[in-house]
C-alpha cells in the first residue's frame, strides 16, 4: 500500500510533522539522506530535541519507517519536502539541499501525488524552481499532480505552541493545487490558512521572522544607547512591556541564532537585491546584529581589564552556548562568533552547556567543564550567554568571579549586564 505521507527530510521540521501524521492515525514514510538519522530512528533513537525516544517507539507502533533509499517515496499520496535552506560560508542563501531533494522527489513522481514544499525560501521558489524541476518529469502541476507551498512554523523548546495549534498557511500553483494542499493539512491541524498564492505564502514566512530580526536589531541598539548614557535598558524594557496594546517585548543578546531569524531575512535581501530592491530596514538590522557578538568580546575585554587581568592571559567561561534556552540546537548560534573574538585576543576560552557535550569552533574543541560552578570557579571572567534554566538557580557572587550577563537574569554583586 502507498503510504499516505512520504518525509523528506527527517530534521526539526521533518520529525516533528512525521510524528503529528502518525498520530492523525496516517501511514508515514521518512526519507533522509544521513544514514546515522535513520539507524538512529530504525533503533527507537530522537535526534530531534522536541521529540524524545517514547515519540518515536509511539511511531515505530504506527508504521512509521525510515530510509535513505528514495525508493520509500514511491507511490505516497503526499510528500512534504523539509530539508534545511541554510546559508553558504560566505552568508548567501543556499538552496542546494532543496534542489537536490526535489530532484529525487521528481525521480519517484506519481500522478497524483500532492507536494508541497515546507522548506523557507525567497519568493517564487516554488514556482520558479520547484515546479520546472518535477515538470521535467513530462507531469504538469494542476493536471497530473499538484504542487504547494506551505512554510514551517517549528518553535523548538516552544512548551505552549505545538504544530497542532498553529495556524498553518498553505498555498498552491494553482486554486486546484490549494484545495488539496488545504485538505490534507486540516488532518494534522486546527486551522488552516489559505494565502492567495505560493509567492504571498513564501512572503509570509519570511516577514514572520524578518519582524523578530527588526525588533531584536532595535532593542540590542536600545542597549548599546544605554550603556553609552548610562540608561538601565533591562528596566526600560520591562516597564514598556506593562503597555497591554502596541509594544510587543523583545530583549536584548549576544546575537541572534538559530534555523529562522539569522537566516531568512538573508533569503529576502539577496531575492530583493537581485531585482533591484534594497531593504534598508533589513540592511541596518543586520549591522547591527552581525557587530553584537564582537560587542560582547570587548565589553568581556573591558572587564578583565578592570580587574586586573591581561585578556591575553585569561580563562573565559562561556556559559550557554546553544542559539535558544533550554534547547540543544547550535545552528547560527552567536557563541561561534563571541569565540572566534576572544580567541582572537588571546584568551583562553572554556564553556557549559547542560544541553550539548560537544563544541568547536573552526574545528577547534571548547573545551566543557563538568558543570556552571566549575566553569566559573577556574575563569577569570564568566560570560552568560544563554539563559537556560539550570543557570536560574546559580548564586553568581557564592562563584568569587565577575560574571557579564547577555541576558539580562542574572543577579549579584559581581554581575555587570550587557
Known sequence: MPADLAVVGLG????????????????????????????????????????????????????????????????????????????????????????????????????????????????????????PLLEATGLRVGEDFHLAYSPERIDPGNGRFSLRDTPKIVSGCTTLCAKHAAGFYEQLVDEVVVARGTREAEMAKLLENAYRYVNIALVDEAALYCERVGIDVWDALRCAGTKPFGFAPFRPGPGVGGHCVPVDPRYLMAHAAARGFSFRTLDAARE????????????????????????????????????????????????????????????????????????????VPVPRQASAREAVAGADLAVLLQDHAEYRSVDWDAAGRPVLDTRGTAEGHRVERL
Do not use: N, W
Not at 533513537?45 to 533509499?69: E, K, N, Y
Not at 535552506?85 to 525521480?107: F, I
Not at 550557554?320 to 540546537?329: E, F, H, N, S
Open 12 to 131: 526539526y521540521v521533518g520529525l516533528p510533522l512525521a510524528r503529528r501524521a502518525c498520530e492523525a492515525g496516517l501511514d508515514v514514510v521518512g526519507h533522509d539522506t544521513d544514514p546515522a538519522v535513520v539507524d538512529g530512528l530504525a533503533q527507537g533513537r530522537s535526534h530531534v530535541g522536541d521529540l524524545g525516544d517514547r515519540d518515536i517507539a509511539a511511531m515505530t507502533a504506527a508504521g512509521f519507517r525510515a530510509a535513505t533509499d528514495p525508493g520509500i517515496l514511491t507511490g505516497a499520496r503526499t510528500v512534504a519536502v523539509c530539508v534545511p535552506t541554510g546559508l553558504t560560508p560566505s552568508g548567501e542563501p543556499d538552496l542546494g539541499p532543496l534542489t537536490s531533494a526535489v530532484r529525487t522527489v521528481a525521480g519517484r513522481l506519481s500522478p497524483g501525488t500532492l507536494v508541497s514544499v515546507e522548506s523557507t525560501s525567497h519568493p517564487g521558489t516554488t514556482e520558479e524552481i520547484v515546479r
Open 288 to 363: 547591527v546584529l552581525d557587530a553584537m557578538p564582537g560587542h560582547v568580546v570587548e565589553r568581556a575585554r573591558g572587564l578583565l581589564r578592570r580587574t586586573g587581568t591581561d585578556p591575553a592571559e585569561a580563562r573565559v567561561a562561556l556559559l550557554g552556548v546553544t542559539y535558544k534556552a533550554d534547547v540543544a540546537d547550535l545552528r547560527e548560534s552567536p557563541a561561534y562568533a563571541v569565540v572566534r573574538g576572544l580567541r582572537a585576543a588571546g584568551v583562553r576560552v572554556v564553556h557549559h552547556d547542560p544541553y550539548t557535550e560537544d563544541f568547536a569552533v573552526d574545528g
